[in-house]
């Protein structure tokens, strides 16, 4: 399977400052998607992010506050703006690996505290 | 809008207990996946598993699709064990977006 990183792995931010999340494949992807998970939830996806297309965001996220980027098939980043500490959470992003049956595979996440 | 609802929220076992949890969801599924997430909130791959059954191990799955649920068996649990395990899904048409379940919290003790 695909080989994920994320940086930074945990950060603690203060309120309406900004914060990019990096997320890098091994191997290219057509499909990548960005999750949160708020403390003691369930994940839920913020935006599926393809290759030469804008973000496609989910009800109740938008990109002012989540802009994201795709600039090749291995790497992506989502940025959190403005941050609250309603922010707090982890991020996660993750693969479709077609060659595996769309099978999702997922960094080992972004935990984020907002003071 | 999908449910993916898992049973039970909360689950405590002693060591080398077996167990099952369940995954209903509320359509026809494309793709089912089970996960562990460890304390440290890393999600694990268990199983890929929209139809029928697979064994890894300690570990067994089936899903049952035309009744819309599917089950995660532990057996000898060990503390190792101890986690969240989520269920997640894709639905027709929704473009390999997983839907996640409620996920069911395990502790297994000595």
């Known amino acids: 399977s695909a080989v994920i990183s994320q940086k930074p792995s945990r950060d603690i931010c203060q309120r309406g400052t900004s914060l990019t999340i990096q997320c890098q494949v091994d191997?290219?992807?057509?499909?990548m998607f960005w999750y949160r998970q708020q403390p003691g939830q369930s994940l839920t996806l913020i935006a599926t992010a393809n290759q030469g297309s804008e973000a496609t965001y989910e009800s109740g996220f938008v990109i002012d506050k989540f802009p994201i980027s795709r600039p090749n098939l291995t790497f992506s980043t989502l940025t959190v703006s403005n941050m609250s500490p309603e922010d707090s959470s982890i991020y996660l992003c993750s693969v479709d690996e077609r060659r595996r049956y769309n099978e999702q595979f997922f960094g080992p996440g972004t935990r984020l505290t907002v003071l | 809008g999908i449910q993916v609802e898992q049973s039970p929220p909360d689950l405590i076992l002693q060591e080398g207990a077996n167990s099952t949890l369940r995954c209903n969801f509320s359509d026809s599924v494309n793709n089912l996946q089970w996960f562990h997430q460890n304390p440290w909130g890393q999600l694990i791959n268990l199983f890929y598993?929209?139809?029928g059954t697979k064994q890894n191990g300690r570990l067994s799955a089936t899903t049952v699709a035309t009744e819309r649920y599917s089950l995660l068996y532990i057996s000898s649990s060990q503390t190792t064990d101890s986690g969240v395990y989520f269920c997640a899904a894709t639905y027709t048409g929704t473009a390999s977006k997983l839907t996640f379940g409620t996920g069911t919290r395990l502790q297994v003790t000595l």
């Open positions: 598993i929209p139809s």
């Open positions: 191997s290219q992807v057509t499909m």
